[in-house]
């Protein structure tokens, strides 16, 4: 009987041990895999020096507190397609980055390095519902939305909420055809108001209404109203 006791101790002791010490000889392991190079696999397309603004930032991780190391990053304001406080970035299957963030479509066909921006003629496309004029870059302060339809054309719309030389609270439908490689604009029509920052998804088509036909129509969002 003591010898099976004393058995039972023995093992309750080696059990104990064994799970005490796991944890010890298992430490090195997950230290092992954790010291892995955190930018393993990664690499600049572009040299961060061939970008306007390349700026250096610390890579770590916050539940750790440690720091890793460092990345550079290249930072776009309002000049490049934003307002004053926000962006609307898009991309294209051809690889363009866009951005709607202000008062115009603006796009970069080369990853960010040079910047491009259309602005509205002064008269609107030929065949709108509701033609009107405009004064090209005095429209006033504005945001919108851009996307790319599934055969390549750009569906952006811009909204400029506060009076200017071309009016207020416009709402504009901004176009570019991929085939002509060409930008247009409508003037978009009255009693829809918007209030905020639009979003717009395409329609797959093809479309038939009587407000036209094409291979898509384009759904838009406000906060309160869509169309």
Partial sequence: MAGRNRSRAILAVIMVASMTLAGCFGGSESEGESTAPWDSGYHYIDLPSAYEDPRNFTVADPFSNTTWGNASWTVYGNEHGGNCCEHYLAATKEGWILNFGGEYPTWSEDRGRTWQEWQPTILSQFGCLLPKPTVPGQEGLGEGSIVQATNGD???????????????DQFYAFFYDAEDQ????????????FYDRSWQVEVTGPINSIYGNGPWASLVISNFWHQ
């Fill in 182 to 193: 060409d930008w247009s604009w409508c003037y978009n029509r009255p009693p829809e108001a």
């Fill in 154 to 168: 750009l569906i952006a719309m811009g909204w400029f909420p506060y009076p200017s030389t071309s009016g207020a």
